[in-house]
């Protein structure tokens, strides 16, 4: 069964700094990953989807990797603002269509 | 365009009693999906489907029915609503994963939180 880790639960940085957030998963037979933001209250939002076949994607201020061989993604944000305060939340998706999400890492940018 | 939009969004149940928790979407997508997030938990998939006619269970599929006439609507029922389906429910949808399909970015309603006395 895929299981989905996240590290660390919790982050709290100033504004400003860049920050790396970690995922890792147990069975690399993966069809692709996401990264979601969720704000309090609120559904997800998809951020980046990276292909199985795929190292890496970047939209604006947001960079995620993906290393399949060692079951390892991160999401880097540079530059953090406190509007980047969220729940980080990273999702596998296996070749059965079925989606396994970690837990989630708080995050909070302060001014 | 609305995306998936989910009905209703609180719900207070008595042990015991029925209810149905809506899902729509307008975006022609073949997977739809329903999970519960606890805390602590993360997302639990309860059950999936990849098109009109066919579902399948999730991890916690247990204490939950699903049906899937048309490719728009993904309703989740509680036969017998316990304690421990209290949560807060999501529905997704995103084009079906499978040969010659790479972009299955996921969609998410709103959720819908629900508690049982």
């Known amino acids: 069964k895929q299981e989905v880790t996240q590290i660390p639960a919790a982050l709290s940085v100033p504004e400003g700094e860049n920050l790396v957030l970690n995922c890792s998963f147990t069975?690399?037979?993966?069809?692709?990953l996401q990264w979601f933001r969720q704000d309090p209250g609120k559904g997800l939002t998809s951020l980046l989807l990276i292909q199985s076949s795929q190292r890496e994607q970047t939209s604006g201020r947001l960079n995620a990797s993906l290393d399949k061989s060692s079951g390892r993604s991160t999401l880097y944000i540079a530059a953090s603002q406190p509007g980047d305060s969220a729940t980080y939340l990273c999702a596998v998706e296996d070749n059965f269509n079925k989606f396994y999400f970690g837990s989630g890492t708080k995050l909070n940018v302060k001014p | 365009n609305a995306g998936v939009t989910q009905t209703p969004k609180f719900q207070v149940l008595k042990t015991g009693q029925s209810m149905t928790l809506q899902c729509a979407q307008d975006?022609?997508?073949?997977?739809m999906s329903w999970y519960r997030q606890d805390p602590g938990m993360g997302l639990r998939l309860i059950h999936y489907?990849?098109?009109?006619?066919?579902?399948d269970q999730g991890e916690v599929p247990n204490g939950y029915n699903v049906s899937r006439s048309t490719t728009e609507d993904f309703p989740l029922r509680l036969l017998s609503a316990a304690p421990s389906q209290t949560s807060v429910y999501f529905c997704a949808s995103s084009k079906r994963g499978h040969s010659g399909v790479v972009n299955t970015e996921a969609f998410f309603g709103q959720g819908t939180r629900l508690t049982v006395v």
């Open positions: 069975d690399s037979a993966i069809y692709n």
């Open positions: 489907s990849v098109g009109a006619g066919i579902t």
């Open positions: 975006m022609n997508h073949e997977y």
